[in-house]
């Protein structure tokens, strides 16, 4: 089942801070996040593992509560290069490995305006 | 840029056809995932290929059909086109069991009419 991604869009300024956040209803093993701009291929973001881990690049960090299975992407200080949509990506709970069998979201769309 | 290149970039074709859409992972990526990504959604599953064997699918009815190749190419069939086909079919290659980072390539869109 696709997990739910909430809000559907945000708009910001430049310098504003977003959060965005995925929710499952199946136990997950891990939570995978993407940015894609119009036309162009999606870009990995960053993988979560482990519930209650954080991981973070710059001013993008994400959060994974494994027990609620929901995971938020936290946007700060927002830059104009921050515009896309953004797309959580889930993995079930299962034995062994089954990376990259990802059921991603609808996608939240990101407009930052200068 | 992800080193993973898909073609062709767009095509038409008319329900009944057959399309056959190519994918060339970067090297050493010995894992490629197809997806079908409709306007305005995110990208559904349809299968994963590891070391040339299917290794798992989604809910896609047999006429989508894959092949993956030694030298990191891919190839995603779809026979008797439907209309709802139409969608951006992404590839993605990764590293198998090590990591679980996906490199998207920018997809082919496809129309069928």
């Known amino acids: 089942q696709q997990p739910v991604q909430s809000p559907q869009a945000v708009i910001l300024r430049e310098g504003e801070d977003a959060v965005i956040n995925c929710s499952s209803s199946k136990a997950l093993y891990s939570v995978h996040w993407y940015r894609q701009k119009h036309g162009e291929a999606p870009i990995f973001l960053m993988i979560?593992?482990?519930?209650?881990e954080q991981k973070g690049h710059d001013k993008i960090s994400a959060s994974f509560n494994e027990k609620k299975q929901q995971s938020s992407l936290y946007l700060t200080a927002s830059q104009l290069s921050y515009s896309g949509t953004y797309f959580c990506g889930t993995e079930k709970k299962l034995s062994g490995t089954s990376y990259g069998k990802l059921t991603f979201g609808q996608g939240t769309i990101l407009t930052v305006h200068p | 840029e992800t080193g993973v290149t898909q073609s062709p970039t767009h095509l038409i074709k008319t329900r009944g056809q057959q399309v056959t859409l190519r994918c060339s992972s970067q090297s050493g990526h010995n894992t490629v995932s197809w997806y079908q990504q409709a306007l305005g959604q995110g990208p559904q599953f349809i299968f994963q290929?590891?070391?040339?064997?299917?290794?798992g699918r989604g809910n896609f009815p047999p006429r989508f059909s894959g092949l993956q190749f030694p030298n990191y190419s891919s190839e995603l069939n779809v026979n008797a086109l439907e209309l709802d086909d139409s969608a951006l079919y992404l590839c993605?290659?990764?590293?198998?069991?090590?990591?679980?980072?996906?490199?998207f390539g920018e997809g082919s869109r496809l129309t069928v009419l």
């Open positions: 993605a290659s990764s590293l198998g069991a090590n990591t679980g980072e996906l490199f």
């Open positions: 290929y590891y070391r040339e064997e299917e290794n």
């Open positions: 979560l593992l482990k519930g209650g």
